[in-house]
């Protein structure tokens, strides 16, 4: 089946809304909510925010509801001066920028002790323009992070993405991810996007049909 893994309720909201739901229930902690949208059968788990969480509802995904298929969509902070206050981004690299075993392995920031590459590759076939995804357990003002967003070649930055790539790639099940640009990384971070997240969450909204329509082609390759 195809399976969303979805941080918050109101990004989630944004496909949920639009579609006929079937069935509601909870797994393992987490919600469940079946249906189809634009002719299209799906799951989506709700996972809540940060890497742990996602990185759970993506191996509850696979392993309890067989998905085929996983994708994400939500918002993410602009790091790149192409990441425009909402803009909807389809993500083909993600990194998770907090992970740091440099000083050990001699590797990047950002690479896992099993690997020698920060980067985990996405399905990327898609109408929207691509980016690299970076991703943290932290939303803040904090600018100490810029220096090694811009090094790791980062467009956009939030705290799920990486870790449903990972689990994607060790379970073997694709992954196509999307984001919608909410601030802009930095010393406003929180400001803007208390401001922009609704402007965001309505570009995520109306690019849906595109989202679901790529999602279910990914999944029939």
Do not use: W
């Not at 918002?75 to 206050?85: D, F």
Request: proline residues 3%; negative net charge; hydrophobic residues 45%.
């Amino acid at each position: 089946m195809l399976t969303a893994v979805v941080a918050m309720q109101k990004e989630a909201d944004a496909l949920l809304l639009q579609a006929e739901i079937t069935r509601r229930y909870t797994l393992c902690g987490k919600q469940v909510t079946e249906g189809s949208a634009f002719g299209q059968p799906f799951a989506l788990v709700l996972s809540g925010v940060g890497k742990s969480n996602a990185a759970a509802a993506a191996m509850l995904a696979v392993c309890a509801l067989k998905a085929e298929r996983l994708f994400n969509f939500g918002l993410a902070g602009g790091v790149s001066p192409r990441a425009e206050i909402g803009k909807v981004l389809a993500v083909e690299r993600a990194v998770q920028y907090d992970f740091d075993l440099s000083e050990l392995n001699k590797t990047p920031k950002g690479t896992l002790d099993e690997y020698d590459s920060p980067y985990f590759s996405l399905f990327c076939e898609s109408a929207f323009e691509k980016a690299v995804l970076a991703t943290g357990d932290r939303l803040n003002d904090s600018e100490a992070d810029l220096p090694l967003l811009h090094a790791l070649g980062a467009d956009v930055r939030d705290m799920e993405g990486a870790a449903l790539a990972h689990v994607a790639r060790f379970t073997g099940t694709p992954l196509c991810a999307y984001k919608a640009v909410s601030n802009r990384a930095g010393a406003t971070s929180v400001e803007e996007y208390l401001q922009n997240q609704t402007k965001a969450l309505n570009a995520l909204r109306q690019a849906m049909p595109q989202i679901v329509r790529e999602a279910a082609h990914a999944a029939k390759m």
